[in-house]
């Protein structure tokens, strides 16, 4: 392993937490996994251990984390298996170059706190936590490497250039798949509906989140701890082809843009390899064929979850915290089918 860098994928069976892996795999001499963790997906994280061969593995639900001990015997790893409360031990007894956090919940803030103050650099996905710790990431910027494309894509802009000279930062989105759909019709949309997303291969409730905007008004709100520009320079435009990332404008006019076919494994990579580019073959994408890239304003009345999120941006303090897990709540209980789709935003207002 001399060389590689040595990683902890927090949330490892989830949608960026597969194709974190899938980027492990295709770079073996750049990466290797030293730890594993997962919620309730014992089945895939055996597997993953088996792939991979961590120094240590760890689930969060109790019953999972049995099942997960007794495949791991069926295949005879002796790896230890860890709780959430054994984790700061587990992560003291390894040779960690970057905690990757692909998990969404907001009971690894601490973890997560308390890695950034040992000085290592962090590709972190999670809008959640991100939003959770607010402005205690302060002292932390230069060590955060998001993944997420649109918030990859402003950071990739930014690339030496002054915060001060930001006119505004344009986050794109593909508008879910409600963009063209009558206000007056979601009362009747099904969840199935609501994770038929156009663009992208998410999870469950970041899908949602893509249907009603959500997504958006959470990035608007990270932008402005990443990267320390203030909301009122962030705003969305949608576009549906989902090839422009995200765009920054500078006080000269001038427009940065960062342009890909949509694959999550290219912003993954980017926070891996960083400041450096590593060659894949996944990314190809073709203007020719595309033809054009169309952009609109978000329709107010269709998404007013932007205004929720940049009244919530605009107070700070724990607000966004508060939208966030009230945003959870809501679309967890859509998912369920105790709501229709349009109360998921008058829950969290």
Known sequence: MTGSKGLVLFGSTGSIGTQMLDVVRAQPERYHIVGLTAHTNDELLAEQAVAFRPRFVAMSDDAARERLMIRLERHDLRIPVASDEDLP????????????????????????YDLLRLGLPMAIASKELLITLGDLLEPFRAQLRPIDSELSAVWQCLAGEDPETVERVVLTASGGPFRTKPAAELNDVTAAQALQHPSWRMGRKVTVDSATLFNKGLEMIE????????????GVLVHPQSIVHSMVEFVDGALLAQLSTPDMCLPIQYALTYPDRAPSERVQTNFAKLGSLTFEEPDAERFPALKLARRAGEVGGTLPSVLNAANEVAVAAFLNRKINFPQITEIVR
């Open 223 to 234: 932008a402005r701890w990443l990267f320390d520009i203030g909301i009122e320079r962030v």
């Open 89 to 112: 031990s587990m992560l003291s007894r390894v040779a960690l170059d970057m905690p990757v956090v692909a998990a969404a919940s907001t009971d690894l803030a601490q973890v997560v």
